[in-house]
């Protein structure tokens, strides 16, 4: 598993037998993310 944040966003990469298996998205505080952030403010 991969993992990663932006404001206010957790991300989670599964990778099962080198391919993308899953991938998550999650609120790190209160209330909901409406679209993914742009990759560049993943970190």
């Known amino acids: 598993m ?3 944040e932006a404001e ?3 991300l989670a990469l599964f990778i099962d037998d080198g391919r993308l298996s899953y991938l998550e998205g999650f609120p790190i505080e209160d209330g909901v993310f409406p679209v ?3 990759v560049e ?3």
Do not use: V
């Open 2 to 4: 991969l993992a990663g």
């Open 8 to 10: 206010g966003l957790g």
């Open 36 to 38: 993914f952030p742009p």
């Open 41 to 43: 403010e993943l970190s």
